[in-house]
């Protein structure tokens, strides 16, 4: 700092950063894209490996972790896996960038804001949107990274739209993992360790499930148990729209806690 001059900040501000939405953009925005290059870059890495799946076909760990999951080629069934995993890091984003409007809140640069005529919905809700596309946009991101990793690997570039489709599909489970972090913060902000229950018990069971045979009622509770498998399943849109929809209830119920509870003070 002492050997390079100080980067002279705009004039004047952009427009947008006026606007909650823009406001909120600029909070969240170089973690989006932080996040953004890191997803792609381990979808990069896990698609790289694809090339070599096939020499462990005989590896026995390898076959307990595939033989739940099924699918047509030991190929198919580890990207289904490794989709998985990606899904679960990707959301690990979206809680926290749902959870933000506790951190403005606790520091107390919420209180300035909502004094003005913002309403307290609407304030949320900015960051909540952030969170759920932002989502959305890391598991394209990742997808897309395990896509290129895989075709450059094995020369098929049927890969990429494999890839793309199977995290695609893992949108409602990471919206319900983070409308629930939603509705902690709405309703109960002093226990919000409680927003990161789902996830981890999700990671839980995606890594541990199978090898340690655990129940079908205790694999269903994991919304991730839910999305199919693809490619090595098929889609189904069933779970996909049930999963939307409880995620969009957690969503209004944490909106709706907020806008009643006592806001923190500093």
């Known amino acids: 700092a002492g050997l390079r001059p100080e980067r002279r900040g705009a004039a004047t501000a952009s427009p947008l950063l006026g606007t909650p939405q823009g406001f909120a953009w600029r909070l969240q925005r170089s973690g989006v894209i932080w ?28 076959q307990r972790m595939v033989e739940d999951v099924g699918g047509a080629s030991l190929t198919e ?8 995993v990606l899904a679960i890091v990707c ?12 951190r403005e809140e606790t520091s107390g640069r919420a209180e300035s804001v909502l004094a003005t005529a913002l309403s307290r ?8 949107v952030i969170a759920m596309a932002g989502g959305v946009a890391l598991l394209l991101v990742s ?4 896509g290129v990793g895989a075709a450059a690997s094995t020369g098929d570039a049927g890969y990429i ?31 919000i360790g409680l927003a990161w229950a789902v996830l981890v018990y999700g990671g839980f069971v995606t890594y541990f499930g199978g090898l340690l045979d655990l129940p079908g009622w205790m694999l269903d509770l994991s919304p991730f ?16 729209l049930i999963l939307t929809m409880i995620a969009a209830a957690l969503i209004a119920v944490g909106l709706a806690g907020f806008r009643r509870r006592d806001v923190e003070l500093k």
Do not use: C, K
């Open 121 to 128: 919905t609407r304030w949320a809700a900015t960051h909540v």
């Open 77 to 84: 069934s580890f990207m289904s896996i490794i989709v998985v």
């Open 161 to 191: 739209g494999q890839a793309l489709g199977a995290t695609l599909a893992y949108a409602p489970a990471l919206w319900l993992t983070a409308g629930l972090a939603v509705t902690v913060f709405g309703l109960t902000p002093r226990v």
């Open 225 to 240: 148990q839910h999305i199919p498998r693809m490619p090595a399943g098929d889609f189904t849109a069933v779970p996909l």
């Open 35 to 62: 996040w953004g290059i890191a997803m792609f870059v381990g979808g990069l890495a896990y698609g790289s490996a694809f090339s070599a799946i096939e020499d462990y076909q005989d590896n026995e760990f390898v």
């Open 143 to 146: 997808g897309a990274g395990l």
């Open 91 to 102: 959301t690990i984003f979206a809680i926290i960038a749902g959870l933000r409007p506790r």
